[in-house]
């Protein structure tokens, strides 16, 4: 039998569509349609140092009663988490002298590491009051967006602000996002503020390598062509909601490691809700959970997951969450 150009082209095609049908199948079998939002019984309840009790959290479909919620997810941050706590104390607890109606909160979510973080948390509980500083501790590892999410959850803010435990933000950039979460609400209340990095772009890209740069712009261009269009630094761990934001997203939100930034805003997207994005002061800090190279490569995957989920339906959206 002879080999013709036209039927190695016909054999390639067959095996393209082959692979195409087993990969969507594959999709639907791994996929689950709505996020998993369950959490472990001791993950409802936060601890007094000072009495030494369990009290249970509040839900986030409870009427808010602070002005600001700060959730600070923490992985093995025993270390770094003091500079980041004491910054951000320093900063609210000299807001509300100036404003004495202003409330806020932080929320301290261990996310199943298990080094000293929560005991290193609870020091700041029992020196400021649990109804200033709250720890949930999890069971088991959920990942960066997972943790945010169950902290989201308990929490009481008018407004919530998510940060990472690192210290790499400043918290006196919050008035910025706050003056443009204002600007941008819409008529239901909703809205989401991006900090971003990307004005220091320049700056970091000449301590990179050239294959760290290619990268860099590769996922860039992922983000932009297959999920979310016209913010220029989605993965800033400094972003700010409204309440009701922040409950429509985090209750359909389905990725819960590095890409859950990505899967937000794609999510405040498809809902139409305002984003914002302001420049704020970043400085690199030694210690990062991620891996340069290969969790761009993760997150990258997951791109093209997430796409191809909500395309086929095996992902989908909740327009009405209901209380966990």
């Known amino acids: 039998m002879e080999i013709t150009l036209a039927s190695i082209f016909w054999a390639l095609a067959v ?8 990969l969507v199948i594959g999709i639907y079998i791994t996929s ?16 007094d140092p000072s009495k030494n009790e369990k009290l249970r959290f509040p839900s986030i479909h409870d009427p808010p009663s602070m002005d600001l919620s700060v959730i600070v997810p923490a992985y093995f941050e025993e270390e770094r988490l003091p500079t980041m706590m004491d910054e951000a104390l320093d900063f609210l607890e000299a807001r509300q002298k100036k404003n004495r109606s202003f409330s806020y909160e932080i929320v ?29 501790t999890l069971e088991k590892n ?19 602000l998510f940060a990472d435990a690192d210290g790499a933000s400043k918290f006196s ?18 809205a989401v503020v991006c900090g ?41 761990g400094f972003k700010l909601l409204t309440r009701e934001a922040a409950i429509l997203l985090f209750s359909n939100l389905h990725v819960e490691r590095w890409a859950f930034d990505v899967d937000l805003l794609y999510l405040a997207q498809t809902f139409n809700i305002p984003i914002g994005e302001v420049a704020i002061s970043w400085q690199e800090i030694e ?13 990258g995957r997951d791109l093209l997951l997430i796409r191809l989920r909500y395309i086929l339906g095996a992902w989908r959206i909740n327009k009405s969450p209901k209380a966990q």
Request: proline residues 2%; charged residues 25%; contains cysteine.
């Open 15 to 22: 095996l393209a569509l082959v692979f195409l049908v087993v």
């Open 32 to 47: 689950k349609p709505y996020p998993n939002l369950g959490r472990y019984e001791s993950e409802k309840f936060y601890e």
């Open 108 to 136: 301290v979510v261990n996310d199943g590491s298990t080094d000293k973080t929560t005991e290193t948390a609870l020091k700041y509980s029992k020196t400021y009051g649990t109804e200033k500083v709250r720890v949930l």
């Open 142 to 160: 959920r990942g960066k967006g997972g943790a945010i999410r169950l902290g989201m959850f308990v929490a009481r803010g008018k407004q919530l």
């Open 173 to 190: 950039d919050l008035s910025k996002l706050e003056a443009e979460l204002s600007k941008q609400k819409n008529s239901d209340n909703m």
């Open 196 to 236: 971003s990095r990307a004005h220091l772009e320049k700056d970091s890209i000449a301590q990179r390598s050239f294959f760290r740069t290619v990268l860099m712009y590769g996922f860039h261009f992922l983000v932009y062509f297959l999920c979310v269009k016209g913010v220029k630094d989605t993965q800033c």
């Open 287 to 299: 210690g990062s959970k991620m891996i340069p190279v290969w969790s761009w490569l993760q997150m």
